[in-house]
């Protein structure tokens, strides 16, 4: 498996936790050392741990966010 890195630039916030104390969040994160983008996966409370998630440019962000809107 390929090395990575990480930093969490912003953390924006918690949409669920689970009884195990992990959490799914919307986070602000450059990986690689690459520009950040917006990021929504499940951490373990010290973020040593992740899991698999989907991470979005501030465009597919506010499609997504349009998208929601729309939702009945």
Do not use: C
Not at 19 to 43: A, F, H, M, Q, T
Request: glycine share 6%; net charge negative; hydrophobic share 40%.
């Amino acid at each position: 498996m390929a090395e990575f890195s990480y930093t969490i630039i912003k953390q924006l916030g918690v949409i669920s936790e689970s009884p195990k104390g992990w959490s799914r969040e919307l986070n602000l994160i450059s990986w690689n050392g690459r520009d950040p983008k917006y990021d929504v996966r499940d951490w373990a409370p010290d973020h040593e741990k992740m899991g698999k998630g989907i991470t979005m440019s501030r465009d597919e962000l506010d499609n997504l966010a349009a998208l929601v809107m729309k939702l009945e």
